[in-house]
């Protein structure tokens, strides 16, 4: 049978109750309750945070509470929030609903933590119930918590958790209801109906109505207090038309009138948003919902059926716990409501525990996982290193035995490295040889060619032959050239204006096309004419001719 375990710790306007749950089977299970006062000056909001930090390590020490828990945080410490947002896909809805945040909330939203529950969706819009807290008291909540030896796990609202223990109480609850928690700060509305959730937080509470006697009385805040709880709970023995009951019942019949006036007005914001019918019962809770006459008032006013709420009607309670089972009932709705989410699909609830110590935690339950995971990591490679170690010395000992064969081998390799070496020496010279040869009878051929193409050009001799080699860094890129430089004797006389220069040209050019019909040129540069001679008186027209060889043919 599977088991889970879970401590809620309910810091809330007044005093702090601290749970251990357990989810057993599909029924969820209260296990340890403890509750300790908040010590500090009510009408000072900054001074909650201090006494909390108290309370909670009265909490560890005294009473024994560690580890991983839940936190929930009051609804007058939150800002909630109904939107309407366009439809879109889960992971850009965060994005828009930031954006009309920003429009609806009185602070920057990079000053707070925020998080966000749907509470409806007709197809074209989402209804978004947007819940935040100031960072820095989020911040101050887990350094209490932490400094208490605590881990908060998660940080919710107490705005829309009893939402959750309505459902584990009523399971098969068709009435539109309305509860209503009355807290000493602030008060909490939650309609539960086919419609869906809407939830609203007022800032009405017991406080209210303690500080309505003090400025009837003339007393202090604290004088006010005492006075309420002796009063309503009959302690405080006052005569028929005593002046004093009279202040105290008025004080108590204007708050009645306040909470009436503002259940009327949550009830009209229900109706237009959620387009619904108005409840037909009205359930209330927490401590300051134990006033005297105020079910009854509320009943009269409100035209419907009121009744005390009851968390524990659907979980069970361990009979050793020794706390009444009245205080239970108005202290325990929010901590069920955070410990009976997991039993829920339609559960609800937020998360203002901020991301970066979500995965600090998360970190830091991984690490005994992790340390496991080192030792192993570092443990692993010890047998394949022994297996390794043996391996090697058995090599080591063939590699031995091969060293001791290599020098007669070395040395064969040397004389097999000296002869292949002379062999490239002689095929070196062969191809020498060889490349005489041919080259010899190349040449040859190519004069025999020169000569039959200067008869053929008549009057024509050649003085000097030249061979002109570059090599570039490519061997593909090497020219080879011959540059000839002859005369061609011109039998007009110089002097006679017969002379014609374009038909000399195309004689030496005629020449030219004949040396490039051999099949050792591959080309030829334009000739070079040098017609100073001619002009001097001499009859010779001294020329020369760039022949390119072409490089596939030996010459």
Not at 247 to 265: H, K, P
Not at 367 to 381: D, E, G, N, R, Y
Not at 456 to 466: G, K, N, R, S, T
Not at 534 to 547: D, M
Request: negative net charge.
């Amino acid at each position: 049978m599977s088991s889970s375990k879970q401590l809620v710790i309910n810091c809330g306007a007044s005093r702090i109750t601290a749970a251990v749950t357990e989810v057993t089977s599909g029924d969820l299970k209260l296990n340890r309750v403890v509750t300790v006062p908040l010590d500090y000056d009510f009408t000072d909001d900054e001074a909650w945070l201090g006494a909390v930090k108290q309370a909670l390590q009265e909490i560890a020490r005294k009473h024994r509470f560690s580890g991983k828990a839940s936190i929930i945080i009051p609804g007058n410490q939150v800002l909630t929030k109904t939107i309407r947002i366009p439809q879109v896909e889960k992971a850009k809805r965060a994005q828009i609903l930031a954006f009309e945040a920003q429009q609806n909330i009185p602070y920057p939203l990079h000053e707070v933590v925020w998080d966000s529950q749907v509470v409806g969706d007709d197809g074209v819009e989402t209804e978004v119930l947007f819940i935040a807290c100031k960072s820095n008291t989020i911040d101050e909540i887990c350094r209490s918590v932490s400094a208490a030896g605590i881990t908060p796990e998660r940080i919710s609202a107490a705005t829309i958790l009893e939402y959750n223990a309505l459902q584990l109480a009523y399971p098969d609850e068709e009435e539109d209801v309305l509860l209503v928690n009355i807290g000493a700060r602030s008060s909490n509305l939650i309609f539960k109906s086919s419609a869906g959730l809407f939830a609203r937080n007022i800032q009405l509470g017991g406080n209210t109505l303690t500080q309505n006697i003090a400025d009837s009385l003339g007393k202090s805040f604290v004088e006010a207090e005492s006075i309420k709880k002796r009063f309503f709970t009959g302690d405080l023995d006052y005569t028929d038309g005593d002046s004093g009951a009279k202040l105290l019942q008025n004080s108590a019949d204007a708050f009645v009138r306040r909470i009436s006036q503002e259940i009327t007005r949550s009830i009209v914001n229900y109706r237009r948003q959620k387009n619904a019918a108005a409840p037909t019962r009205i359930l209330l809770t927490g401590r300051g919902a134990l006033l005297r006459g105020l079910a009854e008032q509320l009943s009269e006013r409100q035209k419907v059926t009121v009744e005390f709420f009851d968390p524990l009607g659907g979980i069970l309670v361990d009979g050793e716990i020794t706390t009444d089972a009245e205080d239970l009932r108005f202290e325990t709705g929010e901590i069920i409501g955070e410990a009976g989410r997991e039993l829920l699909d339609d559960s609800v609830g937020v998360n203002l525990l901020p991301a970066e110590i979500q995965s600090e935690i998360a970190f830091r339950g991984k690490k005994p996982f992790l340390l496991v995971a080192a030792v192993c990591i570092a443990l692993a490679p010890w047998p394949a290193y022994i297996g390794y170690k043996e391996l090697a010395a058995t090599e080591q000992k063939q590699a031995q035995a091969l060293e001791a064969q290599l020098p007669p081998l070395q040395s064969r390799l040397s004389a097999i490295d000296e002869n292949a070496a002379r062999v490239q020496q002689i095929s070196n010279s062969i191809e020498q040889v060889r490349g005489l040869v041919n080259s010899k009878a190349n040449w040859i051929q190519f004069f025999a060619e020169m000569q039959e193409s200067l008869m053929q050009a008549e009057d024509v001799w050649l003085d000097e032959l030249a061979v002109v080699r570059e090599r570039g860094a490519d061997q593909e890129r090497s020219t080879f050239e011959i540059v000839v430089s002859g005369k061609m004797l011109v039998r007009e006389t110089a002097n006679e204006e017969g002379i014609n220069q374009d038909v000399l040209t195309r004689r030496i050019r005629s020449l030219q096309s004949s040396f490039e019909n051999s099949e050792f040129v591959d080309a030829s540069r334009p000739p070079s004419i040098n017609w100073d001679t001619l002009r001097s008186g001499l009859n010779v027209l001294p020329f020369t001719i760039n022949l390119v060889v072409d490089a596939s043919i030996t010459l």
